[in-house]
């Protein structure tokens, strides 16, 4: 099979700016999974929304349209709201603004992936069937955990399958593990049982293993490496079965978003995650502060200083891997660029990583 890696995102600033300056003749480009949040508010003053739709149209012109999963949106956001349903508002957003910048061009481009738990409800399915019949178009189904029997999870596909029209060559499959701290044989063992058992029965167009090892908090100013246990796992479960799994990961930040959604404008000690082959480099500043406040412009002096630490080190991959990597080095001392805020140091980091598991070789992760 192709390998073709897969990124989970949030819909949040930082990504969504990594995901705009993504190279326009990036081949291969990986597949990218977006995961809705509530602050996606549909607002005329709403910066996020039109970031997004500018997002996928680009992701649609190069032919891979992103794959939106809207499981994390709550009944009460606009997004959830609108007249049916978020993936249907969504589809007409972008393909109203494919038309109005490719014209007569955009007819046979497709706006979206739509993504659907194993599980979805009999009104999720209709809706994903309605906007296959719009236009025809691929479907991911994501199955959460190795909690259920593989049996189980097969009748729930084959009922996907049945409920919307699609046949298995369109068909995606994600096995999302969620957060991993270390590698655990018991869930390698699993997980290559439940990706044969649907390979097998199902035979989907992809399968991909997806998880992620960032943590929830950083606890120290002291920069780290250490191993990504996602990519073991992938390559232990790769092995076991024959290859038929791609690999995906959650990109620079923790899996689950936190509780409550994004808390908005906030204080934070400037930090970086800067993937290397098979590890990454974890690098935080402590603020410089007043009686108990940070000083003005104490964060860009921070991530300067933090800068120019990665630099120097020897998994810094050079100025011209990524959009992210040229940034870095411009936040050097004289380098004419500044970063002072949450959504800065995620669009860096997330655009070296995208390019970090988009350019490696599989081996190379």
Known sequence: ????????????????????????????????????????????????????????????????????????LSATSSLARQPGGPLEFLDKQIENTLHDERGLLALDVTALIPVVADSATDDELRTISLLRQHRPRDVVVRVRGLATPPAEIVDRLRRVVSRTGIEAEHLHAVIDL??????????????????????????????????????????????TTCQRPEVPLWHAVAEQVDGAVNYGDYGVVHPVPPKGGDPGPRTVNP?????????RVALRRQLAREDGKPVQGAAVEAFTALAEELLA??????????????????????????????????AIATSHHIEHVTRRAPSDL
């Open 1 to 72: 099979m192709t390998f073709t890696p897969l990124i989970a995102l949030k819909s949040k600033k930082g990504e969504l700016d990594a995901l705009r300056h993504l190279p326009a003749n990036s081949e291969p480009r990986p597949a990218i999974l977006v995961e809705l949040l509530d602050s996606v508010g549909v607002s005329e003053r709403g910066q996020l929304l039109p970031a997004l739709i500018k997002a996928a149209v680009d992701a649609a012109v190069h032919d891979k349209p992103l794959w939106i999963d809207a499981h994390l």
């Open 178 to 223: 969620g957060f991993v701290e270390t590698l655990q044989p018991a869930h390698v063992t699993r997980a290559a049982r439940l990706i044969g058992t649907i390979v097998d029965d199902i035979g989907p167009s992809s399968t991909t293993l997806l998880a992620g090892s960032i943590p929830a908090s950083r606890n120290s100013f002291a920069t």
């Open 271 to 279: 930090y970086l995650y800067y993937t290397a082959p098979g590890r």
């Open 313 to 346: 080190r020897q998994e810094f991959a050079g100025r011209d891997f990524s959009w992210g990597d040229r940034e870095l080095t411009r936040c050097r001392r004289g380098g004419g660029r500044t970063a002072g805020t949450v959504p800065r140091w995620i």
